[in-house]
Nanobody, 112 residues
Framework: QVQLVESGGGLVQPGGSLRLSCAASGFTLSSYPVRWYRQAPGKERDWVATIGTGSDNTMYANSVKGRFTISRDNAKNTVYLQMNNLKPEDTAVYYC?????WGQGTQVTVSS
């Protein structure tokens, strides 16, 4: 069964950091580009970052560039999203997507 599971969300103060994980089962994640999206309450789901099948092929939305880093651990069949200098506007449910599959999402709340 193809499945993606996100984890690592939580409540953090502005300026803080979180690392989200996207673990795959049922397929080899390294064979696919992986994308992170986020959806804030009442808003559309927005693209955040992409990592290609090569770990040096990454792209970021302008709103997170320089603060977020997407990476892979192929041995763990997992993709990460390191989020630094978090801002209240980063508050959203974060989803990973690969191979036509979506995870269930993990909540990130940035608040003092």
């Amino acid at each position: 069964q193809v499945q993606l599971v996100e984890s690592g969300g939580g409540l953090v103060q502005p300026g803080g950091s979180l690392r989200l994980s996207c673990a795959a089962s049922g397929f080899t994640l390294s064979s696919y580009p992986v994308r992170w999206y986020r959806q804030a309450p009442g808003k559309e789901r927005d693209w955040v970052a992409t990592i290609g099948t090569g770990s040096d092929n990454t792209m970021y939305a302008n709103s997170v560039k320089g603060r977020f880093t997407i990476s892979r651990d192929n041995a763990k069949n997992t993709v990460y999203l390191q989020m630094n200098n978090l801002k209240p506007e980063d508050t959203a449910v974060y989803y990973c997507q690969a191979a036509r599959s979506w995870g269930q999402g993990t909540q990130v709340t940035v608040s003092s």
